[in-house]
């Protein structure tokens, strides 16, 4: 099936730095990624969709000055978490479709697992 | 606003014995798809379901979506060890165009 590389899995960064996460698409085109968020034993919960070529839907909630998305290619988009504080250290999962948005499956990536000190 | 839920939250069985978990959806759902996320994992699908009624077999694990469209069930048969982890099932949004995931349920096979 289709892959989507997540990297890096695990980043531990100080209180106030800023992180990057990428979400890369490796046999397919995606003009759209999905990033979530995933507390400790709960679900997953949609931060943001990731538009190739344009600006990022945030759901209700969520800070876009904080989680900055990019997409500026069809096979990468990027999550950076902006003066990162504790409260913000989760997992976070980027997905993709390789076709119709709500009729096929959808890949994970592996997750990153950030830590905030 | 839209909410797909799942029962139970957590479920412990002992190996062999089978396990159901049951998901249901506020609004009807064109399609829906189950997700396996194993500890430490990430998501992996496991299945669509798309017509009323319609029932898939995957080896022990059976899919069975309402005749309304509004629910669904994943049933293992004698669960393994390997079935560890948390099934959600995700049915999509009125608006956008992602999916809204259950809670999901965590599963826990005892050898």
């Known amino acids: 099936g289709a892959v989507v590389s997540q990297h890096p899995s695990r980043v531990i960064c100080k209180s106030g730095t800023s992180v990057k996460i990428e979400c890369r698409s490796l046999?397919?085109?995606?003009?759209?990624m999905f990033w979530y968020r995933q507390f400790p034993k709960q679900s997953l919960m949609l931060m943001a969709t990731?538009?190739?070529?344009?600006?990022?839907?945030?759901e209700q909630g969520v800070e876009k000055d904080k989680f900055l998305i990019n997409h500026a290619s069809l096979t990468l988009s990027t999550l950076t978490v902006t003066s990162a504080h504790p409260e913000d250290s989760s997992f976070y999962i980027c997905s993709a479709r390789t076709g119709s948005l709500l009729d096929t499956e959808a890949f994970f990536g592996q997750g990153t697992r950030l830590t905030v000190v | 606003g839209q909410q797909v839920m799942q029962i139970p939250q957590y479920q412990h069985v002992q190996e062999g014995e089978d396990f159901t978990t049951y998901c249901n959806s506020s609004t009807t759902l064109s399609n829906i798809q189950w997700y396996k996320q194993r500890p430490g994992g990430h998501p992996v699908f496991l299945i669509q379901?798309?017509?009323?009624?319609e029932v898939k077999k995957q080896k022990r694990l059976t899919f069975q979506f309402g005749e309304a469209k509004k629910n669904s069930s994943l049933h293992i048969t004698a669960t393994q060890t390997t079935d560890v982890g948390t099934y959600f099932c995700?049915?999509?949004?009125?608006?956008?165009?992602?999916?809204?995931f259950g809670p999901g349920t965590r599963l826990s096979v005892l050898p």
């Open positions: 990731s538009n190739e070529g344009s600006k990022a839907t945030y």
């Open positions: 046999d397919f085109q995606a003009t759209t």
């Open positions: 379901l798309v017509k009323s009624g």
């Open positions: 995700a049915g999509p949004q009125n608006y956008g165009q992602n999916f809204v």
